[in-house]
């Protein structure tokens, strides 16, 4: 089954404490991106990956890393979550960059106490 | 700066009454317009994409139209499996910041009432 799985779906944790939200798909898509869904704002990108070892930010990049070693998997990196990023993040991966579906993971709903 | 704006932000509707949602958008160059479904606690679901003005899509109940500054889902005789929330989104043809990344609406939550 074609899917985007995310790991953990619910985590909690403290400010300042380092964690990473695991994506990994398995449509051998070259696309994929992470998206934050915040009430009143909507989903906003935060990085995205036109291929392996090629990243760049998307509109909300700041506080947060991620990396493509491998094509299948994009972790989504806080290095010093701060409440602010508290929010439901999502995963996505497409075949190509434009013009084509873009399929979703269940999301992570973060909390930073 | 593109832009997306979605109305009515909520929606309530007897089943088998017919509507429509609407998204309206400002960007640079379209390149695509896409319509999302996303049911609570989980991921968007995608379910049409749009190129130009005049072009006409459409699945089950839901059929999408798009203008050159508009687009719109038109539910016909909708269900309460319909009841969800849609996004619609832009991509441009020439993106600022986030490049080829789709610019989201807020969404409408559409609550279909047996």
């Known amino acids: 089954e074609a899917q985007v799985t995310q790991n953990p779906r619910y985590l909690i944790t403290v400010t300042g404490k380092k964690l990473t939200v695991t994506c990994s798909q398995n449509?051998?898509?070259?696309?994929m991106s992470w998206y934050r869904q915040d009430p009143g704002l909507g989903l906003r990108q935060i990085y995205y990956s036109m291929n392996v070892e090629v990243t760049d930010k998307g509109d909300v990049p700041e506080g947060y890393k991620v990396s493509r070693k491998e094509k299948r998997n994009f972790p989504l990196i806080l290095e010093s979550p701060s409440p602010n990023q508290t929010s439901l993040y999502f995963c996505a991966s497409s075949f190509a960059s434009v013009n084509t579906e873009a399929f979703f993971g269940q999301g992570t709903r973060l909390t930073v106490v | 700066e593109d832009q997306v704006t979605q109305s009515p932000e909520a929606l309530r509707l007897q089943e088998g009454e017919s509507s429509s949602l609407n998204c309206s958008y400002t960007?640079?160059?379209?390149?695509?317009l896409f319509w999302y479904r996303q049911d609570p606690g989980k991921g968007p679901e995608f379910l049409f994409t749009?190129?130009?003005a005049g072009e006409e899509k459409e699945k089950e109940r839901l059929k999408a139209t798009l203008t050159k500054k508009e687009s719109f889902l038109h539910i016909t005789a909708p269900k309460p499996e319909d009841s969800a929330t849609y996004l619609c989104?832009?991509?441009?043809?020439?993106?600022?910041?986030?490049?080829?990344?789709?610019?989201f609406g807020k969404g409408t939550h559409l609550i279909i009432q047996p």
């Open positions: 749009l190129y130009s």
């Open positions: 449509m051998n898509h070259e696309y």
């Open positions: 960007v640079s160059g379209l390149r695509g």
């Open positions: 989104a832009v991509q441009a043809r020439y993106s600022g910041g986030g490049a080829d990344g789709l610019t």
